[in-house]
């Protein structure tokens, strides 16, 4: 089974500045898709970013990004220019590109974001 | 296009009663999933429907159930609530493939008394 890890619960960040939040996972697995979500207190959750394991090119939205370490089975989240609006809890999730898996995905804990003025 | 929708978004019960939480897909999905949300335990998988068959099941009792409708809305239904079911449901839907984005609803929050 495939696990997710953020070992930040919580981060904070002044605005206008850069932030990473750590994400590790565990899969035996070659192909899959990795995410980063976000979560305001809406509790709408939104997706920020994809990364598809077999790009070597890490995935850019704006102003995210992200560094992907296949082999090091880690998944980093950057965000530049910090904005008020990017204070949220962040997940990092899993999906298996295999043809059993569907859409599930597999989050890990979640990183509370802070961004002070 | 309208985005996923969940009925109702607030929901209180009592111990041993039931529950259905409703889940209408953006037009044109045919994937629909579910997540409990819990401080403790986190975001968790229950199922997934697709094409009206479950395709994936979580870890959960027989307790949580789901189904899917030919239009591709989903119900999800807990019998014999315990106040370990407090939590936020989620359901999220795609068009069906491993590489389709999934995008969530705004959720159903249960409280159990």
């Known amino acids: 089974a495939q696990t997710v890890t953020q070992s930040q619960p919580e981060m904070s960040v002044q605005e206008a500045e850069t932030v990473t939040l750590s994400c590790t996972y565990d899969?035996?697995?070659?192909?899959?898709?990795l995410f980063w979500y976000k979560q305001p207190p809406s509790r709408q959750m939104i997706l920020v970013i994809r990364q598809e394991a077999y790009k070597q090119q890490n995935a850019t939205e704006n102003r995210f990004s992200v560094n992907f370490q296949k082999a090091a089975k880690s998944f980093s989240l950057k965000i530049s220019d910090s904005q008020l609006g990017d204070a949220a809890m962040y997940f990092c999730?899993?999906?298996?590109?295999?043809?059993?898996?569907?859409?599930?995905?597999?989050f890990g804990e979640g990183t509370q974001l802070t961004v002070n003025p | 296009k309208a985005g996923v929708t969940q009925t109702p978004r607030y929901l209180i019960k009592t111990r041993g009663q039931q529950v259905t939480l409703s889940c209408s897909p953006i037009?044109?999905?045919?994937?629909v999933s579910w997540y409990q949300q819990t401080p403790g335990q986190g975001l968790q998988f229950l199922f997934e429907y697709f094409s009206e068959t479950q395709r994936n099941k979580g870890n959960f009792p027989g307790r949580f159930s789901g189904r899917q409708f030919s239009n591709s809305r989903s119900e999800m239904n807990v019998s014999t609530l315990e106040l370990g079911d407090s939590a936020l449901y989620l359901c999220?839907?795609?068009?069906?493939?491993?590489?389709?984005?999934?995008?969530f609803g705004p959720g159903t929050r249960l409280t159990v008394l």
């Open positions: 999730a899993y999906r298996s590109a295999g043809g059993t898996s569907g859409s599930r995905l597999t």
């Open positions: 899969t035996s697995e070659s192909d899959y898709y």
């Open positions: 037009s044109g999905h045919r994937s």
């Open positions: 999220a839907s795609s068009l069906g493939a491993s590489w389709n984005e999934q995008f």
